[in-house]
């Protein structure tokens, strides 16, 4: 099968387009048409300017109340940052503090176990002696 390197034919013109061509042609032989007709065309031309100048400052208030709202976003977020870091800041000095308390409480507890256990030792040995010398005694027979 071969194909054909001829450019297709241009489509039928359609109704449409026929009534678009005639009616171009009616405005361009007649002069107080074409006047009117360029009359409209600066009128809308003029419309478009207003309203891209209308679209303009819109977008302009838009974009500085993005901007303003932003700059106040952004303050609002600097100043709970801030807020965090005193409360992290409190937070974390509390938690010093109650280390050092209660590795003092247990250094309090470490030495009175050890003072515990010197007394408890040394009450054995008083008790052990005592004890030797009730039964020297009773061994005396006094």
């Known amino acids: 099968m071969m194909f054909n390197d001829q450019p297709l034919p241009p489509a039928?013109?359609?109704?449409?387009?026929s009534k678009a061509f005639f009616a171009?042609?009616?405005l361009v032989t007649d002069p107080k048409a074409s006047a009117q007709r360029v009359a409209e065309l600066h009128e809308a031309a003029s419309k478009t300017v207003e309203a891209q100048a209308e679209l303009?400052?819109?977008r302009d208030a838009h974009?500085?109340?993005i901007r303003s709202e932003r700059a106040e976003?952004?303050?609002k977020l600097k100043s709970e940052r801030s807020a965090l870091v005193a409360e992290r800041t409190a937070f974390e000095?509390?938690?010093r503090n109650w280390l050092s308390h209660c590795s003092?409480?247990?250094?309090?507890?470490?030495?009175?176990?050890?003072?515990?256990a010197n007394d408890a030792k040394r009450a054995a040995e008083k008790n052990e002696d005592l004890e030797r010398r009730i039964s020297l005694i009773r061994s005396a027979g006094v």
């Open 56 to 58: 303009k400052a819109a």
């Open 93 to 95: 000095t509390e938690r």
């Open 73 to 75: 976003h952004d303050a």
């Open 24 to 26: 171009l042609l009616t």
């Open 12 to 17: 039928a013109a359609t109704a449409d387009e």
């Open 104 to 116: 003092e409480e247990n250094d309090k507890i470490r030495r009175n176990r050890e003072q515990a």
């Open 63 to 65: 974009d500085a109340a």
